[in-house]
T-cell receptor, first 114, second 115 residues
Framework: AQTVTQSQPEMSVQEAETVTLSCTYD???????LFWYKQPPSRQMILVIR??????QNATENRFSVNFQKAAKSFSLKISDSQLGDTAMYFC???????????FGAGTRLTVKP | NAGVTQTPKFRVLKTGQSMTLLCAQD?????MYWYRQDPGMGLRLIHY???????AKGEVPDGYNVSRLKKQNFLLGLESAAPSQTSVYFC??????????????FGSGTQLSVL
């Protein structure tokens, strides 16, 4: 079974600074996808970024980027120039290719302080 | 464009009661999913559907049933509610499966409490 571990239950960062959220996963698969989702107080789940395991290049989306280390099974999220609107729960998720069962970590609560 | 709509948003049940959660999407999506979210845990997949008339089990299907009689609707049923089913339930949809580079569109959740 695949497991996803987020070892930081809570984190905080000053506005405009950079923060990195950690995620590790355990799998014997070679083809899979990794995701970061944001859940603000509204509870709406929002896709932040996605990485295909077969791609060596790290995914980026504006201020959000990942550090994907396949051998180490690590998938961290870096948020640059943090904004107050980034305050939310962040979930790391894993999914095998050609599968619909996405497995989520327990989440990291991020607070951006003014 | 409403996206994914879940009803009701809140519900309180007594142990043993039954209820149905409704998920409706207006994006002509083939795939629909039901997740539950418990404190300190991420979302866990209950059941999903890859098209009208089809359903499949996810990670935690026990105690739930689903139906997809119409493409736009995905119903989650609890036949005999138990306190362990107290959770926030999320519905999601996608045009094709997530593994095809499609993203999931989520509803805003249903808070269910079973006393």
């Amino acid at each position: 079974a695949q497991t996803v571990t987020q070892s930081q239950p809570e984190m905080s960062v000053q506005e405009a600074e950079t923060v990195t959220l950690s995620c590790t996963y355990d799998t014997s698969e070679n083809n899979y996808y990794l995701f970061w989702y944001k859940q603000p107080p509204s509870r709406q789940m929002i896709l932040v970024i996605r990485q295909e395991a077969y791609k060596q290049q790290n995914a980026t989306e504006n201020r959000f980027s990942v550090n994907f280390q396949k051998a180490a099974k690590s998938f961290s999220l870096k948020i640059s120039d943090s904004q107050l609107g980034d305050t939310a729960m962040y979930f790391c998720a894993f999914m095998k290719r050609n599968n619909n069962d996405m497995r989520f970590g327990a989440g990291t609560r991020l607070t951006v302080k003014p | 464009n409403a996206g994914v709509t879940q009803t009701p948003k809140f519900r309180v049940l007594k142990t043993g009661q039954s209820m149905t959660l409704l998920c409706a999407q207006d994006m002509n999506h083939e795939y629909m999913y039901w997740y539950r979210q418990d404190p300190g845990m991420g979302l866990r997949l209950i059941h999903y559907s890859v098209g009208e008339g089809t359903t499949a089990k996810g990670e935690v299907p026990d105690g739930y049933n689903v139906s997809r009689l119409k493409k736009q609707n995905f119903l989650l049923g609890l036949e005999s509610a138990a306190p362990s089913q107290t959770s926030v339930y999320f519905c999601a949809s996608s045009y094709r499966g997530v593994s095809t580079n499609e993203k999931l569109f989520f509803g805003s959740g249903t808070q269910l409490s079973v006393l």
